[in-house]
């Protein structure tokens, strides 16, 4: 029997059909029809995430096979495999794809396809906003590669330090295709970010409390605000860039009462907390995989959300720990040094939470649990060089070496990279409905630990011994050259385990076995539903009596009934108690969303060539907007 509580409405209703009935109603209703026209205007969550986070991939291979370029590049002293320029082009392609295409982008695509099933809803809101951040994303993207393959791919780093990105270092469109790409891909980042923010604390299932919600949901909210509050200066600084290059101003001239450090400042206020902003939706990745595998609820549920939310906030007064070097005084330096050892502590108590969950519990060395496993291991040694170039003294002497990269490769790979694999391997059965095989798995996590490792430990004892940064070859003597080839080749080994993933994935979808609703049997929403979920998510919305719900509630769910199930309709509760409020029609799909970002993208890329593209670009993106928004439907649906 199922326990529910019904919301009065004259229409037809979810309360009295029975489950086939309802199944068949709310599929057309909800259902994204066949067809290319219904490819391109559907709003449901579930397909614009599994987009996201195959674009994502996309990029991240791509990435991928430029560090590959270098490495061999830099696996012998004096090699001829790729010149200076096209190094300089790789270094930073590689660098800009894996930060704003890949690290922030895939986490947010996680959160585009999970949140509105792990608080019981059935869309995302704002879903034709959602529709429009992935084109946006797509075409930043294609106009990123695109550009490389046209030989203006960027060549100043994936940071764009002045003045060697301004008009004067920097002649050609290579710049200004970086800065361009970096507004496409802030709009869309911004916003999801808005998105998740509004369905997390609007459109919770009655009876998820704050203190209820899940960890990965909570980890999902503070990113989101990061993102809300760190992107717009990095969208003003590369806005700036633009009118130096372009129009003439002087924002980073000193010559002309500019400021070259003035970049910096803007740039790394963002790009710290950046870190972060890839950083927390992983560890949320974490706190939502050890329950499961231990066997166990999570330790310290309060501590790890404080945690999240004393990360969140400490990682914006970090960002001059980038700028040591710069001649900073002394006292700034002071302050922010023991900042940038002040976040360990929030760190270190999410570490010991899980490590006490483990402890506690019965683990499962199931494949999710060893990449989490793994991350424990690298983080931690990545979080150790962090609170070492931390310190003034040290950072002085390995700022711009080997030692750099190894520490944010460590910290970015081994915080971020290792638990998304892990949530891949957790979630591929909810998205798919088939499970990846776990011999290929465990294959999978022993490639890519003992190769990345291979790769990157070396690196700092080559900047130790003096190699820098950004060079694309170096001399014999200076003796680098068998520590090179060793990195070389982890970095191959490494590169074969995404291989295997991959291979893993397309043989899974194809052979895999059957997932079925709740294959790991977890504790929370988004395995209350098939797999993989139908358009609609949910037949009749949960109730949430517990932290665990599907641990709590063994046999059925509690629902709440009285949504009709002719109309798209949300149910729409209170911030604190998620109480039910109203109810809210979810917008139908539309071209329109495609069409803006088309307009978008084409004044963007027009607009690095003549500044009146931005005028002219306005009329159709105008059109554009105030035909998405241009009122539709009953009066009820514009209330």
Not at 228 to 243: D, E, G, K, R, Y
Request: proline share 7%; charged share 10%; aromatic share 14%.
């Amino acid at each position: 029997m199922t326990s529910s509580t019904s919301l009065i409405h004259p229409d037809l209703r979810d309360t009295h059909l029975d489950d086939r009935t309802l199944d068949l109603t709310l599929s057309k209703t909800w259902g994204t029809g066949h067809g290319l026209m219904a490819r391109l205007t559907t709003v449901d969550h579930k397909i614009i995430g599994r987009r996201f986070i195959l674009t994502a991939f996309f990029f991240l291979a791509l990435g991928g096979l430029a560090a590959v370029a270098m490495r061999i590049q830099l696996a012998r002293p004096e090699n001829g495999f790729v010149g200076p320029d096209l190094y300089n082009q790789l270094f930073t392609m590689h660098g800009t794809t894996m930060m704003f295409l890949f690290a922030v982008p895939v986490m947010e695509a996680f959160a585009i396809y999970l949140v509105p099933l792990m608080v019981g809803t059935r869309n995302i809101a704002f879903p034709r906003l959602n529709a429009f951040s992935y084109w946006v994303y797509l075409f930043g993207g294609l106009f990123l590669w695109v550009s490389f393959f046209l030989n203006i791919g960027p060549d100043a780093g994936w940071f764009a330090y002045v003045p060697l990105s301004g008009p004067e270092y920097g002649p050609g469109k290579r710049v200004d295709v970086w800065a361009q790409m970096v507004t496409f891909t802030e709009i869309s980042a911004l916003a999801v970010a808005v998105e998740i923010v509004v369905t997390i604390l609007k459109q919770r299932a009655p009876g998820m409390t704050l203190d209820r919600i899940p960890l990965f949901v909570w980890a999902m909210l503070v990113t989101s605000f990061l993102i809300l509050f760190a992107m717009p200066a990095v969208m003003v600084a590369s806005t700036a860039l633009i009118l130096d290059r372009l129009v003439g101003t002087h924002f980073f001239n000193p010559a002309e009462g500019g400021d070259a450090l003035l970049w910096q400042h803007l740039f790394w206020f963002f790009g710290h907390p950046e870190v972060y902003i890839i950083f927390l939706p992983a560890t949320g990745m974490v706190s939502a995989i050890i329950p499961v595998f231990a066997r166990r609820p999570v330790f310290g549920y309060l501590a790890l959300v404080l945690s999240l939310i004393a990360t969140g906030f400490l990682s914006f007064g970090l960002w001059v720990h980038h700028m040591f070097a710069t001649g900073i005084p002394k006292l700034g330096a002071s302050f922010f040094t023991a900042s940038s050892m002040l976040i360990a502590i929030p760190n270190g108590i999410q570490i010991f939470c899980w490590i006490a969950t483990l402890w506690s519990g019965r683990p499962v060395f199931r494949t999710p649990l060893l990449f989490v496993l793994g991350f424990f291991f690298i983080f931690v040694a990545g979080g150790l060089t962090g609170v070492m170039v931390a310190s003034v003294p040290l950072d002085l002497q390995v700022h711009d070496t080997y030692f750099v990269v190894a520490h944010f490769h460590y910290v970015l790979i081994g915080g971020a990279v290792f638990p998304l694999i892990g949530a891949v391997y957790y979630w591929f059965p909810k998205i798919t409905g088939r499970m990846l095989n776990e011999r290929m798995g465990q294959w999978n996590f022993w490639l890519a630990f003992i190769g990345f490792n291979a790769a990157f430990f070396p690196m700092h004892i080559l900047g130790l011994a003096g190699m820098p940064r950004r060079i694309y070859t170096y001399p014999v003597e200076v003796g680098w050259g068998g520590m090179n080839l060793f990195v070389t080749a982890g970095a191959l080994v490494f590169f074969g385990s995404f291989v295997l993933l991959l291979v893993n994935g397309l043989r899974s979808l194809a052979h895999g076995e059957p997932a079925g609703p709740n294959p790991w049997s977890a504790d929370t929403l988004e395995w209350a539903t098939a797999s993989p979920p139908p358009p609609y998510n949910f037949a009749r919305i949960p109730v949430v009596t517990h932290r665990e719900p599907l641990w709590k509630e063994r046999e059925v769910l509690p629902v709440v009934t009285g949504l009709r199930v002719d109309a798209r309709e949300l149910l729409v509760g209170t911030v604190a108690a998620a109480t039910p409020e109203m109810r809210e029609s979810s917008p139908e799909p539309s071209i329109w969303p495609l069409l803006a970002a088309l307009a978008l993208g084409a004044t963007f890329v027009a607009s690095i060539f003549t500044p009146w593209a931005v005028v002219w670009g306005a009329i159709p993106i105008a059109i554009a907007l105030t035909a998405w928004f241009w009122p539709k439907g009953s009066p009820e649906d514009e209330q």
